[in-house]
């Protein structure tokens, strides 16, 4: 509980800085992403000029990942929660996640039902918590040659389960110990806030997260949360 206070605590104490560092990074970024493309597409017959946006995009789109990440901490939780699709949920974060899992040479699987289905909860909050998954998917697929991060929905009776699944480095007990803890990162430019904001959207959902991961194997995120009645 006393450590609980703490972190909510440490949590309010940055969120200012990183709310108004954020707001002030992100606008720009997102101006330069603009014109990055608008070259990209003029510029088609210059194979390095190309190449070289490739690189600025995706740097790009890395800072704006951990700008969201950031961001993403530093707002409440909202209590608005609708019926979503979780299908198509997963296939919007493939497109959006793909150049980043592509830069990386990791390939991104998503297999959901074609059926809608159902669940309750905030658009911008689920799509960050899968946008944080993946992204430590992916990360930890970093030096591993035929590296896969795959998605997988299904719905079971009143529940849904998601599974993301790498085959990357893993974790062992004592690190698996620590996840959605504040600060807790093992990357030398890690946040150490992606998955204490997941845990939280996702408790708040009235789901539950369970993890199975072995150093040099990879790890297994099984996300469960109750089904809802329809898609709005
Ligand atoms: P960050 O990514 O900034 O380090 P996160 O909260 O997103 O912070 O993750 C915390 C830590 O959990 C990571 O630094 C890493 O050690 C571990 N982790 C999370 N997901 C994975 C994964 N798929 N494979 C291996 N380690 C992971
Ligand atoms: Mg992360």
Redesign the pocket.
Known sequence: MFIRHAQNEKIETMSHVAASLAHEVRNPLTAVKGFLKLIQEDHKHLPKLEQYINICLGEVQRTELILS?YLSISKPLTARHEVINFSEQLYVIREVMSPYANMHNVELEVHAPDSPVPVLANPDEIKQVLV?FI???V??CSEVSDAKVILRLSSEEDRVVLKIK?N????TES?MKR?GSIY????SN???????YSYQVIHAMGGTVTVA?KPGAG?K?TLIFPEAEQVG
Do not use: C, P, V
Request: net charge negative.
């Open positions: 990440e944080n992204k430590n998917a990360e930890a790498d990357g480095i893993g974790m690190q996840l807790f990162s093992t990357k890690g946040t150490g806030l992606g998955l204490t991961s790890t995120f």
